[in-house]
């Protein structure tokens, strides 16, 4: 019998139910969708992205999941997204037959209980981490949204084993996929998705996320390879390598087990555990919805995710047209693997990276600005397949970025008490206001206008310059956006000046060691987090003893 650690459980299966909100992929399989009824641009365009006008109302999940829990919130949610994407399988697929209005009808309002039902999966998964590790949420967050940025170079690679992508109605049949998936990962997942009230300061971890740190490199490593030689690939091939793909898949489950423990502490792992006593001093905790939204920061974050999301969200929709566009078609699952992978580790690597800068979060949003503003640039001025795929990698990176400092931000200025629904808010509406203004409007109108004559199909660069000259000149107003934002909460996340957390610590030691009338029991704590060569070494510096009946 394998034992358990119930909350590195939990935390594993968190990370495989969220794989399900990042496999919608419409850049995939559009094309084939667009060949089967003869869609126009405007109209895939619509059925892409008008399933996010669900976002406006996606904080209803999150109150749901704050008023009966997480294992109810992705059993219910999970199910109403899979059977819409099975719904959406059987119209596109032709099951049966339709005419294209009735069938564009049909697509569109089954997209939008499916963006329904994948909100309220990411606000019970994410809402979870953030109360079970309230010490440690900087880590596991971030790789829990890696793992969704890695969901659509999973699904798209493990799909190759059966059609590689393209324009054939044989590409249709990624929409079951999806819909098995969704299922698999709510139901399999929700039976131990608890929250706990034990703190997470003496949850042993080290070995756990160099377990994940390893399992994020092989797949990373495998997609590329994969994205890039799938069209060489034989079929017993693209199965071994699928098969592979499927293991990497569910491996977080393995975070469960107990074998992962480390007999004792290292200083390295002490590091960690303190990671976030340098973070933020929280001011307005637990704030309601409306609490949040009375507060100018909140909409300075709002139109600079909503910025960020919208570039990102015109490139996954659009980039099957936009290599169409220039002759690069059998490029696709290429860009949407390179794309996937860029913005999986940057998901990772923001919360790393925040965590250990001296700068507080909001200074990352700004930075994912200047990122996707580069890369639409790059897009405007160029259209060689090189620079393209440069600009593929910037705009994932920037993309990716953003969705774990949202979660971040909304739990360190305004609590984690309903932190579910002022997430979701974010998550949704964010997404909802950037892919109508950002991936439909603005691409839309420019691609229409360069039709080739009799036809709903466009050749050229001209095709979708014009939208990505209007996107850089938003990013221009969303950098500087993002800088007030910047500035106007900086004050918010007292950070010690040094670059340690170490040093943090150490003066916490000497605080308390000077005060006479610290409690015993603070004094006991402390004494325990510095029981390593490190501290010792470095708090002899100051003089205090250690071990004796005086010491910390």
């Known amino acids: 019998m394998i034992a358990i650690e119930k909350q590195f459980l939990t935390l594993g299966c968190v990370i495989v139910c969220v794989l399900s909100t990042g496999v919608w992929n419409f850049g995939v399989w559009s094309g084939a969708l667009k060949q089967r009824f003869d869609f126009d641009q405007d109209e895939l365009d619509t059925i892409g992205v008008v399933m996010c006008v669900a976002g406006f109302i996606s904080w209803l999940p999150g109150m749901f999941n704050d008023n009966f829990g997480p294992k109810l919130s992705v059993m219910i949610f999970g199910s109403i997204c899979s059977f819409s994407y099975f719904g959406m399988y059987v119209i596109a697929s032709g099951w049966i037959p339709l005419e ?46 890696c793992f969704v ?40 997942t929700a039976p131990f998705l608890n929250l706990y009230d034990s703190k997470d300061e003496n949850l042993d971890f080290k070995k756990r996320m160099i377990y994940m740190v390893l399992v994020t490199c092989g797949s990373i490593l495998i997609i590329i390879s994969t994205a890039f030689l799938q069209n060489d690939l034989s079929n ?55 609490q949040m939204l009375s507060n100018i920061n909140s909409w300075l974050l709002f139109f600079s995710s909503a910025f960020i999301i919208g570039g990102g969200f015109m490139i996954l929709t659009n980039i099957n047209q936009m290599l169409e566009s220039l002759y690069f078609s059998t490029y696709t699952q290429v860009c949407v693997s390179i794309f996937s992978v860029s913005q999986a580790i940057s998901r990772f690597a923001v919360g790393f990276v925040s965590d250990y800068s001296p700068f507080s979060r909001p200074f990352f949003v700004l930075l994912t600005c200047v990122l996707m503003t580069a890369a639409h640039i790059l897009f405007y001025l160029f259209d060689s397949l090189t620079v393209f795929l440069i600009a593929v990698c910037l705009s994932g990176a920037a993309y990716g970025a953003i969705w774990p400092l949202m979660v971040m931000i909304v739990k360190e200025i305004w609590g984690s008490k309903y932190h579910s629904r002022n997430y979701l808010f974010y998550d ?31 050749f050229g660069s001209a095709c979708f310059s014009w939208a990505h000259l209007v996107i850089a000149v938003a990013g221009i107003f969303a950098c500087a956006n993002s800088l007030v934002l910047w500035r106007l909460t900086e004050k918010y996340y007292n950070k010690p000046k040094s ?12 605080e308390v060691a000077e005060n006479q009338y610290a409690p015993p029991a603070i004094k006991k704590s402390l004494d325990e987090e510095c029981q390593n060569i490190r501290y010792r070494r470095l708090l002899s510096k100051h003089h205090i003893g250690y071990g004796s009946s005086n010491s910390l």
């Open 428 to 458: 949704g509406c964010c997404t909802a206001t950037g892919a109508l203004l950002l991936a439909k409007f603005v691409p839309g109108y420019f691609y229409s206008q360069h039709n080739q004559t009799g036809t709903n199909t466009c």
């Open 499 to 510: 670059n340690s957390s170490v040093n943090g610590m150490i003066e916490s030691c000497i």
């Open 100 to 145: 294209k209005d009735t069938a564009f009808i049909l697509l569109i309002s089954l997209s939008i209980p499916a963006y329904l039902g994948s909100a309220g999966i990411t606000g019970a998964c994410f809402s979870t981490i953030a109360r079970n590790f309230p010490k440690n949420y900087g880590l596991w967050i971030p790789l829990a949204k």
């Open 149 to 188: 940025g890695l969901s659509p170079g999973f699904t798209v690679q493990m799909f190759c084993a059966y059609h590689v992508p393209d324009n054939d109605p044989k590409t249709l049949n990624y929409l079951l996929l999806m819909s098995v998936l969704v299922l698999f990962n709510s139901y399999a």
């Open 236 to 290: 017993y091939s693209r199965i071994a390598l699928a098969s592979i793909l499927i293991v990497l898949y569910l491996s977080p489950f393995a975070l469960g087990c107990k074998c992962l423990n480390s007999k004792e502490k290292s200083a390295g792992e002490s590091l960690l555990l303190t990671l976030n006593d340098s973070q933020p001093i929280i001011y307005g905790s637990d704030a309601s919805l409306l």
